[in-house]
């Protein structure tokens, strides 16, 4: 049963931010949402990962809605090297746990 | 470079016969994932290990098993091949415990999987 709603492809203009939305409002209060970006065939890749507060790293910002039934991912300034599918997971806070990946959202960043 | 490699990048195999794929998890990683990625299936899990023992289970075919090592090394072994089990199959490892809501997974470059 997927836990997320992802748009199935976005486009976004390089050096502009790219906001990616996820629906996810089944989320239960012990879930995180994380995100990951697979680029071409490599191997996926952890992005980001928030429980009700926002997030911020060196790679992108993760906002959460107050109801937790949303969030959005920014890449602040998208270069050509961010076109991938990224991936908006939600799982419980163990780390043993698997990643259940959905469709996911290709993102093709223009010049 | 995520640090969990995977052997052999490429395998090129008949129908019916069986191969092993081999993952190495990053330094201090007791667990290991392994997922298949078809075109028409998506990023599936397939099974975890913990320190030598399974730990959970997803849709692993009966064909499929897998073992981790003293080592922590992980192989999945493929057999009785079909044509449909053509995939990318990934590794991931992961320290895999709790601290502080950390306990992202590491992807290994993938075993690209073709059989004729």
């Known amino acids: 049963d997927a836990k997320t709603t992802q748009p199935p492809s976005m486009d976004c203009a390089e050096g502009r931010a790219a906001n990616l939305p996820c629906n996810h409002s089944?989320?239960?209060?012990?879930?995180?949402v994380y995100w990951y970006r697979q680029i071409h065939s490599q191997g996926p890749q952890y992005i980001i990962h928030?429980?009700?507060n926002n997030e911020t790293n060196e790679m992108a910002s993760l906002i959460i809605t107050e109801d937790r039934k949303s969030s959005t991912l920014i890449l602040p300034h998208a270069t050509l090297r961010d076109t991938a599918v990224y991936y908006c997971?939600?799982?419980?806070?163990?780390?043993?746990?698997?990643?259940?990946f959905g469709g996911g959202t290709r993102l093709m960043v223009k010049p | 470079d995520s640090g969990v490699t995977q052997t052999p990048k490429h395998l090129i195999t008949a129908t019916g016969q069986r191969v092993t794929l081999r993952c190495s998890p990053r330094?201090?990683?007791?667990?290991v994932y392994w997922y298949q990625q078809s075109l028409d299936q998506g990023l599936q899990f397939l099974i975890q290990y913990y320190n030598g023992e399974e730990r959970a289970k997803g849709n692993i075919l009966e064909r499929f098993s897998a073992q981790q090592f003293p080592d922590l090394h992980s192989e999945l072994n493929l057999s009785s091949l079909e044509l449909g089990d053509s995939a990318l199959y990934f590794c991931a490892s992961s320290v895999d415990h709790f601290v502080g809501g950390r306990g992202e997974q590491f992807f290994g470059p993938g075993t690209r999987l073709t059989v004729l």
């Open positions: 928030g429980l009700k």
């Open positions: 330094s201090g990683d007791l667990s």
């Open positions: 997971i939600v799982r419980e806070g163990n780390a043993g746990n698997m990643l259940t």
């Open positions: 089944t989320i239960s209060g012990n879930e995180y």
